[in-house]
């Protein structure tokens, strides 16, 4: 099996410079990981962050799973993420001395196993957003006067 992207945070890349990826497992409970591969996620405002030495996802909204029964998880609790102590320690460093924050951009699953891929990222000013629009505008009108020719 191959890796197959259940969820993208479009958001992240508009709002954020993306600087360092990284890939984590996710602790869910069994109709979470249902739920999951129906693709009832959404990652819009989500945000991780370094506590006690472990990596928690907040605001990462999972849709109860329809055939579950009464015992399905709160859809917007913390979830924990898996990752090598060594790149928690160099995140926390960044996160701590340059200002970064982790977002996650998108939640894929790997020979049935959900991942979720994390960043280090720097937030944009508007400036930088307005600078993206236009050179993102400019390359469309690039390929249009190419292909016309």
């Not at 699953?109 to 400019?138: F, S, T």
Request: glycine letters at 6%; zero cysteines; charged letters at 30%.
């Amino acid at each position: 099996m191959g890796k197959k992207v259940v969820a993208n945070n479009k958001k992240a890349f508009h709002d954020f410079l993306i600087l360092e990826k990284y890939n984590a497992g996710m602790v869910l409970t069994g109709t979470e990981i249902k739920s999951i591969r129906q693709g009832a996620i959404n990652l819009k405002d989500s945000f991780a962050k370094i506590e006690d030495g472990e990596v928690w996802l907040y605001n990462v909204h999972i849709n109860p799973y329809a055939q579950g029964n009464r015992y399905n998880p709160d859809p917007d609790r913390k979830r924990k993420l898996l990752l090598n102590k060594n790149e928690i320690l160099k995140m926390l460093g960044k996160v701590k001395k340059e200002q970064y924050t982790i977002v996650p951009l998108n939640v894929y699953l790997e020979n049935g196993w959900a991942k979720v891929e994390i960043a280090l990222a720097k937030g944009k000013q508007l400036h930088d957003k307005r600078e993206a629009i236009a050179k993102k505008a400019m390359d469309r009108d690039i390929a249009r006067n190419i292909k016309i020719r």
